[in-house]
């Protein structure tokens, strides 16, 4: 009986520890509901998460001031997020490169010439290992309760020559217009994110 007892809690336990952490070892999953943090952008100032959302909901966008994929969706990111800010959605930019790969002034000088939207800073990649970020560009769009409703990447083609797909664009007209989004995860591609320890380049 006793020995029945002790396989029941561990048989317990193992489920509530795969079932119960909404971040996991690949980091933050889709329905995870996000604690509002703070951060200091590159104007030096420290913002609060939903000190940068809009009244819809925010993206928040890794990226890198030397990633040739990011350059390619520059103008793509710029015009999304133009457009999405009058509905209410609002990008917030997070470089988490480390400072041997990419200084300060290279990445506050990048973000004020190329984007329109607040650039974080995040200091040793903690933000980018919370939410199992690993490359640039790469999305998490969190609605206006701060609940994640799609990771991944912005569309389908790096290029922007053979858009088939508009990850992006598609889960935010679902979920401004109530409907449930299809495809919650896609694949992010870019560069690697350069963590603390990592060479420069």
């Keep these: 009986m006793r020995r029945k007892s002790i396989l029941f809690v561990?048989?317990?336990?193992?489920?509530?520890?795969?079932?119960?952490p909404t971040v996991s070892a690949d980091g933050i999953e889709v329905g995870t509901k996000l604690?509002?943090?703070?951060?200091?952008a590159t104007d030096g100032k420290e913002y609060?998460?939903?000190?940068?959302?809009g009244k819809n909901g925010a993206v928040i966008v890794f990226?890198?001031?030397?990633?040739?994929?990011v350059k390619a969706y520059i103008e793509r990111i710029d015009t999304i997020a133009a457009e999405y800010k009058?509905?209410?959605?609002?990008?917030?930019?997070?470089?988490?490169?480390?400072?041997?790969?990419?200084s300060l002034e290279w990445v506050t000088n990048d973000a004020a010439e190329n984007f329109k939207f607040t650039m974080l800073i995040d200091t040793d990649n903690k933000l980018a290992d919370q939410f199992g970020a690993t490359v640039t560009p790469e999305v998490f769009y969190?609605?206006?309760?701060?609940?994640?409703?799609y990771h991944g990447a912005i569309d389908n083609d790096r290029s922007g020559k053979n858009i088939q797909e508009q990850f992006l664009r598609t889960a935010f007209d679902a979920?401004?217009?109530?409907?449930?989004?299809?495809k919650t995860r896609t694949n992010a591609f870019g560069c690697t994110i350069k963590r603390v320890g990592m060479a420069g380049k």
């Design 86 to 102: 009058e509905k209410g959605i609002n990008f917030i930019g997070i470089n988490s490169n480390n400072r041997n790969a990419e």
């Design 10 to 20: 561990a048989l317990f336990l193992f489920i509530a520890l795969i079932s119960g």
């Design 35 to 40: 604690e509002n943090f703070k951060m200091t």
């Design 175 to 182: 979920a401004l217009s109530g409907k449930d989004i299809e």
């Design 63 to 69: 990226l890198s001031a030397q990633c040739p994929v």
């Design 142 to 149: 969190f609605d206006a309760n701060n609940v994640l409703k």
């Design 48 to 53: 609060s998460f939903d000190d940068l959302k």
